[in-house]
């Protein structure tokens, strides 16, 4: 009896705390400026991301620089006089949690911009959230053109950063065809991945047009270690070009596997790929390999931002990071030229950003929400470094 | 204020709710454990954004169809599989709702891995609340029925109710039916609610969870499934302080109870008017029979 009493009551306890929890906690708040500034002179921005869950590494990194931004701007008096606060919320990857969180951040917290998230699948399903409470979004790597359009029309909240996939598709094609001169390439994917499957539908469709044939192509699962199946595959139409679009992890073991097996043709990949894991798991296999990249991590742009990152959090910036920022840059020039912290205003600012990141220009275009001809860079690896080789812009 | 976000938190509890009282009907009280019942939720999900996206039905015909899409799979599936006694059947399961989601994560018609953008928002709190009352009075209706002792007796002893006259393969089948009907229209909330598909969603991960909440809610007890659906689903969103460490809370969290309580939040009681007046005659009798010895020390 006492114990049914118990259990009642601790589920009592729990579902009211459902209603606690709406009203406190302010989790994850930058460390305010010294000076202690009254509440309304703070301007809340939210920030969205897995920091839980296999991409943790990339979003714990985004939250990072997101909270080195926002307390040098602090240091330097703030934006418009105000300063600025960021509350970050973990996403795990999972669209569902991705809605609550933007629910969470519009409603609860009153933010007036949200950077993040990372994912696409997590970009698309907020944006009700985003047009009923009429705040904007900027996401960082969300490269899936639907985040920001959908049936020919745009989301008037959502804003990214980078380049879509498409454009990626096409420049990783381009310069296959173009540059390294191939004529047949094949392409292995992860048949359960939103990301892997859009590159891969995007390189096909460039690389045949510029008279490239596809002669394998691939799927595994996601979570597979074993490639060797399909790899054999492949090397039995032996192509002079292997596209590999899906993340580092999997990049480094089938790349190993593909050496494993006799495989010489050159590898390719996308954004999924430049991590410090890639280098130490598998840096012989990759030698020699091209990937595109939002940046080129040796340009004297970024290098001011490597060494701060470095010496405050004593790690190296993962790729989200330097993205991360041009999307802090982006809202510090939206909520300027806004004139206040409301979100309808600074959609409308952000219409019209162009500015200098350091990821590139960013000057994002009305129809799209998509920063316009942003190049995207060539990079190769060579004794386990990344090395730039040349901007490059698909046609 | 903010009661948005609240209000989103209990529809979510809601969709996850509608699924589990399925999964209470077919684990709690027929005894069949089932992993795949995210592969129902996809069918239905699905089924149902193809109804209004491309017909432009209403949303509550396209949920039924939805419901109905998910319950002509599972006939399918309970015909070949029903036979399998025990683990076999929850092997089974959970190999179709792997399937159903690779499935998905390759047809381009509906996104393919990619998802499924611009499904109407038709879902809210109070359509979800409604659905959700009109589950439970059905179910409570059908487990207090002949046909849900039937069910029982199933799940206590399968070879002595197949000897005292009762097809236990159709009770079975009845049971997984329903059940796959409810995972479908939970499935087709989902995705008027995320206003998105992605296979994503419909992991092996999501119907261990659903299995989660009808274990941790107490088997065979409909209020168990109700508050197990409730704190599982608001319990993530209670940790968010927590921050990057909150999942570890949830997982502690749950092994605590599971512990304290072995048999479930609710350990297969229900809670309904006359029980509660039972329980609150109990303690005020106990409590006069306290004061009572008390002074009676004096």
């Known amino acids: 009896m006492k114990k049914k009493v118990l259990a009642l009551l601790m589920v009592c306890m729990m579902i009211v705390s459902v209603g606690l929890a709406g009203c406190s906690s302010k989790t994850e708040t930058a460390a305010p400026a010294e000076t202690a500034s009254p509440a309304d002179e703070t301007v809340k921005v939210g920030w969205m991301g897995s920091l839980t869950g296999d991409q943790a590494v990339w979003g714990q990194c985004e939250l990072n620089t997101v909270k080195m931004l926002f307390e040098e701007i602090n240091g330097k008096g703030g934006v418009l006089g105000k300063k600025l606060e960021v509350i970050g ?119 045949v047009k510029k008279g490239g044939t596809i ?170 470094k990344y090395v730039f080789q040349q901007k490059f812009a698909a046609e | 204020m903010g009661n948005e976000y609240i209000l989103g938190i209990f529809t979510l509890a809601g969709i996850n709710l509608m699924t589990v009282l399925g999964l209470s009907l077919l684990t709690g009280f027929t005894g069949l454990f089932s992993f795949g019942h995210a592969g129902f939720m996809a069918i239905g999900g699905y089924a149902t954004a193809l109804m209004t996206l491309n017909f432009h039905w209403p949303f509550i015909p396209s949920l039924m169809v939805g419901g109905l899409a998910a319950a002509l799979v599972s006939a399918v599936l309970g015909k070949v599989t029903l036979k399998l006694k025990g683990d076999y059947f929850c092997i089974a399961t959970l190999g179709f709702g792997e399937a159903v989601r690779l499935i998905l994560d390759n047809v381009q018609t509906f996104g393919g891995a990619r998802g499924w953008p611009g499904i109407p928002h038709y879902t809210n709190f109070w359509n979800v609340l409604g659905i959700n009352i009109v589950a439970i009075i059905i179910l409570a209706n059908l487990i207090h029925s002949r046909h849900g ?84 689903t608001s319990l993530p969103e209670i940790l968010r302080a927590f921050s990057s460490w909150r999942l570890v809370f949830y997982g502690l969290a749950v092994i605590f109870i599971m512990i304290s309580r072995p048999e479930g939040l609710m350990g297969g009681y229900e809670l309904t008017p006359s029980s509660m007046k039972r329980l609150y005659r109990n303690i005020v009798s106990k409590r006069s029979k306290a004061v009572h010895s008390a002074g009676g020390d004096k």
Not at chain 1, 93 to 110: H, I, M, S, W, Y
């Open chain 1, 215 to 384: 002669v394998a192509r691939e799927g595994f699962k996601t979570g597979d270690v074993d490639f060797r199946p399909q790899l054999s595959k492949i090397k039995a139409a032996n192509p002079e070009v292997i596209f590999m679009p899906y993340f580092f992890k999997e990049v480094a073991l089938s790349a190993n596997q593909a050496r494993e097996l006799g495989i010489d043709a050159i590898l390719m990949g996308g954004d999924g790929w430049p991590s410090e894991q890639l280098i130490s798991m598998a840096k012989d296999a990759v030698e020699g390999s091209f990937f595109v990249n939002h940046l080129d991590y040796e340009d004297p742009e970024v290098q001011d931002f490597k060494t701060r990152y470095k010496a405050k959090y004593g790690k190296d910036v993962e790729l989200n990071g330097y993205l991360v920022h041009d999307a802090v840059l982006m809202f510090v020039d939206g909520m300027t030229r806004a004139g206040e912290a409301n979100g309808e205003k600074i959609a409308q600012a952000l219409e019209t950003t162009d500015i200098k990141g350091i990821t590139g220009r960013i000057k994002i275009s009305k129809e799209t929400h998509n920063p316009e001809g942003k190049d995207a860079a060539i990079l190769k690896i060579v004794d386990g």
């Open chain 1, 89 to 207: 919320y973990d996403t795990k990857g999972d669209p569902q949690e991705a809605v609550n969180v933007a629910k969470r951040l519009t409603t609860q917290d009153k933010v007036c911009a949200i950077l993040g998230p990372n994912a696409s699948g997590n970009a698309i399903p907020i944006a009700p959230v985003l047009e009923e409470a009429k705040v904007p979004d900027i996401a960082t790597v969300a490269t899936n053109p639907k985040v920001t359009v959908l049936d020919g029309k745009v989301k008037p909240y959502n804003f990214r950063v980078c380049f879509i996939d498409p454009y990626q598709g096409a420049v990783a094609a381009g310069y296959a065809a173009d540059i390294l001169k191939a004529k047949s390439a094949a392409v292995l994917y992860d048949v359960g991945d939103d990301y892997s499957q859009g590159l891969t539908e995007f390189f096909e469709e460039f690389f």
């Open chain 2, 149 to 232: 002792r039937n069910m029982i007796a199933v799940r206590e002893e399968e070879l002595a109710s197949q000897i005292v006259g009762i097809n236990v393969f159709k009770y079975k089948m009845i049971s997984l039916v329903i059940s796959a009907a409810y995972a479908g229209i939970a499935g087709g909330m989902m995705g008027h609610y995320m206003t998105f598909l992605q296979p994503k969603m419909f992991s092996l991960v999501k119907s261990t969870e659903l299995t989660i909440i009808v274990i941790f809610g107490g088997l065979g007890s409909i209020s168990g499934s109700v508050l197990g659906a409730l704190v599982l």
